[in-house]
T-cell receptor, first 112, second 115 residues
C-alpha cells in the first residue's frame, strides 16, 4: 500500500539494535498518552499507553517514558525487528471519551 | 470478534461530486470518532459521536462535511462538492463508553482521491 506520510522524520536502525522514538506533546493538562504503530495501508494500532501519574511503563519489548516537565514522550523498542518498520505516532487526550490529539509521526525503518 | 470496518477502502471521485464514507464500529462501542490523515501529516480529529449524538463537531473543516450515526452503530461521513484538498485517508475509531482511560480502536481507513 501507499505510505501514509512521505515527509515524516525517519529513523533508520539496524536489526537487533534498540530504537528510541521521541515526541513532544502539546497539552500539559492531558491525562493519557498513547503510542500507535501504523503500517502502510492500515489504520493505527495501539502499542502502549501511559497515564499522566506515571513516568515509565514497560510492555513486551517496548517502554514508554513520560517527562511532564518538558512535555516529552518517548518510545523505546528493544531488539528492533524488520516487522517493527512502520510509522509511529504519539497521541494524547483527557480521560473519558475525548478525541485524541496526534503528533506528526516518525517513520521507523529497520535495516536487516 | 470483528474490528472496526470501513468502506469503501478506496474512493476516487471528481471535483464537485459528493461522497459518502461508511464506518462500522466494534459491536457494543458507544463512542465513534472520525479522523483525517493527509499525506505527510498526522491524524486530524473531525467529529465524535456518543451514541447517535455528536457532542464535538469542532474538527469538521467546512460546512461541506457532515456526519451522522444511526442506531448507535454505523456512521456515515459525507463530503459534498468535494475539492482536491479533501484528498486524504479518512479513519474511523470506536471505543467503549467510560470516564477513565478509554482505548480507541481504528479501522483501516478509506483513501479518498479527488481528481
Amino acid at each position: 500500500g501507499e505510505s501514509v506520510g512521505l515527509h515524516l522524520p525517519t529513523l533508520s536502525v539496524q536489526e537487533g539494535d534498540n530504537s528510541i522514538i521521541n515526541c513532544a506533546y502539546s497539552n500539559s493538562a492531558s491525562d493519557y498518552f498513547i503510542w500507535y504503530k501504523q503500517e502502510s495501508g492500515k489504520g493505527p494500532q495501539f502499542i502502549i499507553d501511559i497515564r499522566s501519574n506515571m513516568d515509565k511503563r514497560q510492555g513486551q519489548r517496548v517502554t514508554v517514558l513520560l517527562n511532564k516537565t518538558v512535555k516529552h514522550l518517548s518510545l523505546q523498542i528493544a531488539a528492533t525487528q524488520p516487522g517493527d518498520s512502520a510509522v509511529y505516532f504519539c497521541a494524547e487526550n483527557m480521560r473519558g471519551n475525548t478525541p485524541l490529539v496526534f503528533g506528526k509521526g516518525t517513520r521507523l525503518s529497520v535495516i536487516a | 470478534g470483528a474490528g472496526v470496518s470501513q468502506s469503501p477502502s478506496n474512493k476516487v471521485t471528481e471535483k464537485g461530486k459528493d461522497v459518502e464514507l461508511r464506518c462500522d464500529p466494534i459491536s457494543g462501542h458507544t463512542a465513534l470518532y472520525w479522523y483525517r490523515q493527509s499525506l505527510g501529516q498526522g491524524l486530524e480529529f473531525l467529529i465524535y459521536f456518543q451514541g447517535n449524538s455528536a457532542p464535538d463537531k469542532s474538527g469538521l473543516p467546512s460546512d461541506r462535511f457532515s456526519a451522522e450515526r444511526t442506531g448507535g452503530s454505523v456512521s456515515t461521513l459525507t463530503i459534498q462538492r468535494t475539492q482536491q484538498e479533501d484528498s486524504a485517508v479518512y479513519l474511523c475509531a470506536s471505543s467503549l463508553e467510560g470516564t477513565g482511560i478509554v482505548e480507541q480502536f481504528f479501522g483501516p481507513g478509506t483513501r479518498l482521491t479527488v481528481l
